[in-house]
């Protein structure tokens, strides 16, 4: 089996069972085997003489050659007691408040098995209309959906793989303004994608300028309009800012909705390349395209026959794990089963081009991409014909828009998924993605610096002869080999990397792949830190015209905590860094020799505990505590003061500061009128927001700015949220410490595996 030193790290850490000490209680090759053998077990449900040995000697063989990785969960869990192999669910969320918390009940479960969920909120009427079972106003679907996501933030670690979340809301819902700005904070919305489900009629609008209604979910009635091109340009803005929201084109989603009668798709998966209905799931492989070329007289090209039957045989996996699969809930294991969606991907295409000798960004490999694509499409197809003659059509095939005449085992065969684990596992690029860095320089102990090389480019930098480490840290440096006078110009051209291509390029490639995709593709439209607004808008309009079902877009740099990963490793004495690094120290400003401020009586468990807070001409820069004579735990109180008080003096947000104390518990606490608090770190958090809210009221402060856009000042603002609980914002793996990858509104560390979505 040839799988690299990294990937059996990846698989060690993150896939293997372990015993009750952690440690690995199976090998690599006892993980393929426990998987192809209980995917096997299904062939006996459809044919009592099936040899299932014959089925699971194809299947292992199939992934230890690492031709096809199904996704994580089936890795993970197939053949464990917990069984739940399915990536991603769609859930309903209808306008009612028991069925809101029911479809956050059955969430909280598909969260705690490793599952993601996707919701639209579009049922839900708008903030502010009346509620006539209670004579209240209702508080609008962008409050519930931060109720959605406390849920899931309390339950992420309840399964083996952390779950995430997609949220859409329909372009024509009432409170799309605000839905279009959830994110600006994303202290606020940690665990969700968001997308703006689009349809053709407002696109229509955006090109005459022209105003467009907003529909009341409940009543059904227009009560307002809105420029089309004024909320486009605010969709542009607010992606230019920060990567969300997204955008999913509906009616195309439901062009090719298959069984129209059971419903509108009006979500996708967290990633947005599996549009479902209400309770389906997704259960998705990818086909390492790496694996399918063969090399005659010097050259590649794709082994068509190789490609042929491992399309037959991934299709046959996948339809298998639908039937041996243990749904979270028994109306995801019916619905499912009514259409039997799988999802067929690809991994590894970047890397092919490279090997194929063809750039990303040409005519030549658009076309190629659509071609392999088509070939997939048509014998996937063709295998679910083939089981359909001894295992059936699903379901619903007769009320599908499918020619009756040619039954079909499975809805929909084909998908574009991001593999960011996977393709660590296979070695090779991730899904339809370009290379996004062809050398990284990562610091080990003792500031050791290990150079990271494609394989590909070190292959080819060796024949020629080009080789060396001084090279390396170069390509390391710029990032690209574009500019590289050098090195050969046929090698730039045919070397590129995610930066070096133009966004329109990136949306042709995704719209190649999409042709002959039942389903759609994940991927990320990567721009350059000076892209403007304009540019975003232009892609966003191209994925309308070529026909993609929806797109995401990352501009470089679009924060301040930015993802960076490539140049060179900062160390101790560097001269001066980028002007988008973050400094790796922190100072704060000297304490001011006059301050304002209040003090504020709180009531606790252990007595009073007096609350002083102290602000300046540049904002709130310390806190004092003092419990007097009634003891308790000042210590505590004093040092979480301190370390606040250093923190407010360093830059970082008041209102990061204030999360991270709010909330913590201590059961000696007891609550007063006025002032409902849960521990000292909860008392000193509303005393500070107090203050805080009462200067931005009368004035004297402004709220707190945004730091992304053009004319932002560069700080060293760091917060927790920056880092760890925002995709958007994440710049560091928080297990390994190395530098993440953008993927399909997620990130991904090539290092260890970590993955998050949201």
């Not at 088509?374 to 095939?397: N, Q, V």
Request: glycine content about 8%; aromatic content about 6%.
């Amino acid at each position: 089996m040839k799988i690299s030193e990294n990937a059996i790290t990846v698989l060690e850490k993150r896939y293997l069972i372990k015993d009750d000490n952690g440690n690995p209680a199976e090998k690599v090759e006892d993980l393929f085997r426990r998987v192809a053998e209980a995917i096997a077990t299904a062939d006996k449900i459809h044919d009592k003489k099936a040899d299932v040995k014959k089925t699971a000697d194809i299947f292992y063989d199939m992934m230890t050659n690492l031709e096809f990785l199904p996704n994580s969960p089936t890795l993970m869990n197939a053949g464990r007691p917990l069984g739940q192999l399915s990536a991603c669910f769609v859930l309903p969320v209808e306008d009612s408040m028991e069925q809101i918390f029911e479809a956050i009940k059955q969430a909280a479960l598909i969260h705690k098995s490793g599952g993601g969920t996707g919701f639209s909120f579009s049922r839900i009427r708008q903030q502010g209309s009346a509620v006539n079972s209670t004579g209240g106003v209702a508080s609008g679907p962008i409050s519930f959906m931060k109720v959605f996501n406390m849920a899931t933030e309390a339950v992420k670690q309840g399964g083996t793989r952390r779950g995430a979340n997609m949220g859409i809301l329909r372009i024509d819902h009432p409170d799309i303004l605000d839905f279009i700005d959830a994110k600006a904070n994303n202290a606020e919305i940690t665990n969700f994608n968001i997308s703006v489900g689009i349809t053709e009629d407002f696109m229509k609008a955006v090109e005459s300028s022209s105003d467009y209604d907003l529909v009341d979910p409940h009543s059904k009635a227009v009560v307002s309009k809105l420029n089309a091109k004024e909320v486009f340009e605010k969709i542009v803005d607010a992606a230019w800012r920060n990567g969300e929201p997204g955008i999913i084109f509906l009616d195309r989603l439901n062009r090719d909705n298959v069984v129209p009668k059971q419903g509108e798709i009006e979500s996708t998966n967290p990633c947005g390349e599996q549009p479902l209905l209400p309770y389906e799931s997704c259960n998705l492989g990818s086909i390492n395209l790496v694996n399918m070329l063969k090399e005659e007289g010097g050259k590649y090209d794709f082994d068509w026959v190789k490609l042929e039957r491992t399309v037959e045989n991934a299709v046959h996996f996948l339809d298998n794990v639908i039937d041996v699969n243990k749904y979270p809930l028994e109306s995801i294991d019916f619905t499912t089963k009514q259409t039997r969606k799988i999802g067929l991907g690809v991994m590894g295409w970047a890397d092919s081009l490279l090997m194929l000798g063809i750039p990303y960004n040409s005519d030549e490999a658009t076309e190629l991409g659509e071609k392999v694509m088509r070939f997939i499409s048509e014998k996937g197809r063709d295998m679910s014909a083939e089981l359909a003659k001894t295992r059936g059509a699903f379901p619903l095939f007769a009320e599908s828009t499918f020619p009756q005449d040619r039954p079909l085992r499975n809805a929909t065969i084909t998908t574009i998924a991001p593999t960011g684990t996977l393709s660590i596992i296979a070695n090779c690029s991730s899904g339809v993605e370009p290379i996004f860095g062809f050398v990284y320089i990562r610091n080990i102990m003792d500031n050791t610096e290990m150079i990271e090389v494609n394989p590909i480019l070190k292959q080819e930098l060796e024949k020629r002869g080009l080789y060396s480490e001084d090279l390396m840290k170069q390509i390391a440096k710029e990032g690209t080999i574009a500019h590289i006078e050098s090195l050969p110009e046929d090698l730039r051209k045919v070397f590129v990397c995610a930066h070096d291509i133009s966004p329109e390029d990136h949306v042709k490639m995704q719209a190649a792949f999409q042709k002959h995709t039942d389903n759609a593709v994940s991927k990320t439209v990567n721009f350059a830190n000076s892209a403007t607004r304009e540019d975003v808008a232009e892609v966003y309009n191209l994925a309308f015209k070529l026909g993609c079902k929806g797109v995401t877009i990352y501009r470089d740099g679009s924060r301040d905590s930015q993802v960076l990963n490539i140049g060179k490793v900062k160390k101790e004495g560097d001269e001066e860094s980028k002007a988008e690094d973050i400094p790796v120290k922190i100072t704060p400003r000297p304490r001011p020799d006059m301050v304002m401020g209040f003090t504020e009586r709180v009531k606790i468990g252990c007595g009073n505990l007096y609350i002083t807070v102290n602000y300046d001409d540049q904002g709130i820069c310390e806190i004092f505590t003092n419990t007097g004579k009634a003891g308790g735990c000042p210590s505590q109180s004093e040092a979480t003061a301190r370390l606040a008080s250093i923190a407010l003096r360093s830059g970082i947000d008041v209102k990061s500061i204030v999360n991270q104390l709010k909330g913590i518990r201590c059961p000696s606490t007891i609550r007063q009128p006025g002032l409902k608090v849960t521990s000292c770190p909860d008392a000193i958090a509303k005393a500070v927001s107090k203050l805080y809210e009462q200067q931005v009221k009368i004035g004297a402060w402004e709220p707190a700015q945004d730091t992304t856009g053009p004319s932002a000042k560069k700080t060293a603002t760091i917060t927790l949220e920056d880092e760890y609980s925002s995709v958007s914002n994440m710049r560091f793996c928080p297990e390994c410490g190395e530098k993440v990858e953008h993927e399909g509104g997620c990130v991904m560390c090539r290092n260890c595996g970590f993955s998050r979505c949201g």
